[in-house]
């Protein structure tokens, strides 16, 4: 439970907050003097006790009416909209993120209980005819066990939300290992699972670092599913070992999302979405717009106008309601960008507008980076092909609407692409053209909807899809069912084939 003036985190095992002695914090990126919270760096013993009583729970929860496991979903849903400004107020000072963006995460966690409320009266499978007289063939969704949720720090309710509600609903059991930076966010969620109803055991969380938690629940083999959101380098080894453990693996991992703007676009348009894709929150978003690929006879009037209103953006504090882009998460990010900004230059890139940390007395304590926009880059540079995870935009020409989509096509992932142009039959080649698991037509990369799927394809997963109707097929296996009711032996393939 979390105590609100000290924000003291705990673990929950079976229906119980428990102590523990080593500890951790989370601090405020926009103030790092300031600790948000405190919560136990756990490890293998508390992941086995987190297994065990998930493993006891799901006994009970797998034959729970999937309608009245809908119903506690619900009611999460209803908690989260009662504690919407006070999660949003807490995320923002624990990730940094704007005020505004962080009620819309709080949303996206709400939107998600209703739709997977209402699953639980659908869950359909099919039924179809036997081969043979006198016999009946179903399919039926059945639970998978439990799950262990590994989720970052850049939508510390939405993606928990998106992996904990379809899976509850199904009738699986689960873990949550929240990002170390969002532990408070994590314990918030929890304490509204275990208000909303949830039996002991079916909902579990264990803070701690990937290394020591995450590691632990990968090897455990009492566990059966890892749905796991990260980076790419992680997500690999966390699919090699689960390999290794024969366990079921949902990765969504990064993105080099591009956004294309073809001569014929609504170039205004273009521009409001360029702006949000790229730097709404702070561009750590795996759908982040990190590529502007620009039709020559436009780009520099573009570039003009995006220079413009770049320098117009406000950097601060998530929670000043003033502020369109907050801090990076952690010192590590901010780290992370400076290196990309030297391998900038050193790849010749030419930097048009910020790159480099935001000085100036409100931001010395906190990880800010300036908005930047990089010119000159070509295709082949790593800036071009690696995920950044920061406020930075790199701006490729484009000759033709054939060179856009092969640019946009030329990097290792797959999440998010966007393209801009007032030509339907563009439009409709994109959207069969572009390597990726969703495309926009003159909409940003960002801003998936709860109820479509969400996912990538080459590096960015490993072919699952989150939210809609398609994480069901996530956390929940197909059983075939045969009813033979003629009273006798009936052998397919055979008895009716003579
Ligand atoms: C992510 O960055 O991992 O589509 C998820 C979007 C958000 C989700 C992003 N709804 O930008």
């Not at 790092?32 to 297994?51: G, N, Y």
């Not at 409001?272 to 750590?284: N, P």
């Not at 092969?406 to 390597?435: C, H, K, Q, W």
Request: with cysteine.
């Amino acid at each position: 439970m979390m105590d609100t003036t000290s924000l003291r985190c705990l673990n929950y095992i079976d229906g119980q907050w428990v102590e523990r002695s080593t500890s951790d914090e989370s601090r405020n990126p926009a103030d790092w003097r300031e600790i948000i919270a405190t919560f136990p760096s756990s490890d293998a013993d508390d992941v086995d006790k987190a297994v065990a009583a998930a493993r006891r729970a799901y006994q009970t929860w797998r034959v729970f009416p999937a309608p009245v496991r809908a119903e506690l979903v619900h009611r999460v849903g209803e908690l989260l909209l009662q504690r919407k400004p006070e999660l949003a107020n807490l995320m923002s000072r624990e990730m940094g993120k704007p005020l505004t963006e962080a009620l819309g995460d709080v949303q996206e966690g709400v939107d998600c209980a209703f739709y997977y409320a209402g699953e639980g009266r659908r869950l359909f499978g099919q039924t179809t005819p036997s081969e043979l007289n006198n016999k009946f063939a179903m399919t039926v969704r059945v639970p998978i066990g439990v799950c262990a949720l590994i989720t970052p720090w850049n939508f510390p309710i939405a993606i928990p939300c998106w992996k904990a509600l379809p899976a509850l609903v199904c009738g699986n059991t689960i873990i949550l290992k929240p990002a170390r930076d969002t532990s408070a966010c994590a314990t918030v969620l929890t304490e509204i699972f275990q208000e909303a109803g949830l039996p002991p055991g079916v909902v579990n969380l264990i803070h701690g670092s990937g290394e020591v938690v995450g590691r632990a629940l990968l090897e455990h083999p009492d566990i059966d599913l890892v749905s796991f959101t990260g980076s790419s380098t992680t997500g690999a080894e966390v699919g090699a070992t689960c390999g290794r453990t024969h366990k079921r693996v949902c990765l969504e991992l990064g993105g080099k999302n591009a956004q294309i703007v073809m001569e014929d676009a609504d170039l205004e348009l273009a521009l409001e979405g360029a702006l949000w894709g790229a730097f709404g929150t702070t561009g750590q978003r795996c759908t982040a717009t990190s590529r502007l690929l620009l039709h020559r006879e436009i780009k520099a009037e573009f570039t003009t106008k995006l220079l413009e209103q770049t320098s117009k953006l406000r950097l601060g504090a998530g929670a000043d309601a003033e502020t369109q882009v907050g801090p990076l998460v952690n010192s590590s990010q901010l780290e992370r960008v400076k290196n990309y900004l030297e391998v900038a230059g050193n790849e010749g890139a030419k930097v048009l507008i910020g790159g480099e940390v935001a000085t100036g007395e409100q931001f010395q304590h906190g990880y800010f980076f300036l908005p930047t926009i990089l010119d000159g880059v070509t295709p082949k540079m790593r800036i071009a092909r690696e995920e950044i995870f920061g406020p930075v935009l790199a701006l490729i020409e484009i000759n033709s609407f054939e060179e856009a989509i092969a640019v946009l096509n030329d990097t290792p992932y797959g999440l998010s692409s966007s393209i801009y142009t007032r030509d339907v039959n563009r439009a409709f080649r994109a959207m069969r053209d572009l390597e990726a698991g969703i495309t926009y037509i003159n909409g940003p990369t960002i801003g998936a909807e709860v109820h479509l799927p969400f996912g990538g394809v080459k590096q960015t997963g490993n072919g699952h899809r989150e939210a809609g109707s398609a994480a069901l097929d996530v956390f929940t296996d197909w059983k075939t069912i045969y009813v033979d009711f003629s009273g006798r032996l009936q052998r397919a393939q055979i008895d009716n084939r003579q």
